[in-house]
C-alpha cells in the first residue's frame, strides 16, 4: 500500500464511487456519526472525506472540513457541497499522515473505511490526534480480522487481491489499538457478524480497550 498507488486506484474508479460502494457504506457511516453529540459552532474533521458521502450527515450549524489525497474523489464531493448547497463545508486535498493543521483545532475527528487503507495507520491516528482538542470526540469506522478463525483464514487468503483495489483485509483490531496507544471506550457494529467496527477514541495518549458484548 502506497501512496501513489493508493491516489491512482481511487482516482481511477472515483466516478463510479457511490454506485459500487455507497449501498454497503454508507449505513456504517451514517451510524458512526449518528453516535456522536454535536453542538452549534462546533468544528469537525473528515478524514478521508472521498466522494463526501458523509456531508449530508453532519449539522449545519457546525463547521466541516474534508480532506482527501485523492484529487478525483473530491471532485465528486464538490459536486455534492454544490448540489446540496452545503455551505458549512471546505474540502482540501491533503495527506492524512502530514496534516497541515495546527493542534487543537477539531472539537471531532471523524475516519470512516480510511485506515485500511493507508500506509501507515498508526501516522494517521497520530495526526488525527494531534489536530484534535484533548476532549474532543474521535471516531474510527473501519474492518479488522474477524476472531473467527475460519473467517479470519478466508480474510487473510482475500487481502492480496484487496490491496489491488486500494484496502488491506489482514488487521487486528488488538494490534491497532495497541501499535497506535489508543483508549478505546466504546465499539459498535450494524449487526454482529459485521466485520467493519465503529470505534470511539479518548483522544490521549493511555491504552485501554473496551468491547461491546
Not at 12 to 32: L, M, N, T, V
Not at 53 to 63: A, G, M, Q, V
Request: aromatic share 10%; net charge negative; hydrophobic share 40%.
Amino acid at each position: 500500500m502506497e501512496y501513489d498507488s493508493i491516489k491512482k486506484i481511487y482516482n481511477s474508479y472515483a466516478h463510479c464511487y457511490d454506485f459500487f460502494f455507497k449501498q454497503f457504506f454508507h449505513p456504517r457511516q451514517k451510524r458512526a456519526i449518528e453516535e456522536l453529540v454535536f453542538k452549534p459552532g462546533d468544528v469537525i474533521l473528515d478524514v478521508g472525506v472521498g466522494t463526501g458521502l458523509t456531508l449530508p450527515l453532519y449539522p449545519s450549524d457546525c463547521k466541516v472540513i474534508g480532506i482527501d489525497i485523492s484529487a478525483d474523489m473530491l471532485k465528486q464531493a464538490k459536486k455534492k457541497v454544490a448540489e446540496r448547497n452545503l455551505t458549512n463545508v471546505t474540502l482540501i486535498e491533503m495527506d492524512a499522515c502530514n496534516m497541515s493543521f495546527e493542534e487543537n483545532s477539531f472539537d471531532h475527528v471523524v475516519a470512516t473505511h480510511i485506515i485500511s487503507v493507508v500506509p501507515e495507520p498508526v501516522k494517521v491516528m497520530n495526526e488525527m490526534r494531534r489536530v484534535g482538542k484533548v476532549d474532543c470526540s474521535m471516531v474510527v469506522v473501519n474492518h479488522f480480522v474477524s476472531s473467527n478463525p475460519m473467517v479470519a483464514k478466508v480474510e487473510n487468503f482475500c487481502d492480496p487481491f484487496f490491496r489491488k483495489i486500494g484496502w488491506r483485509m489482514d488487521m487486528r483490531l488488538e494490534d491497532f489499538v495497541d501499535a497506535a496507544n489508543l483508549e478505546v471506550y466504546k465499539t459498535s457494529q450494524l449487526n454482529k457478524i459485521d466485520l467493519w467496527q465503529i470505534l470511539h477514541i479518548n483522544n490521549n495518549k493511555e491504552y485501554s480497550l473496551q468491547l461491546d458484548n
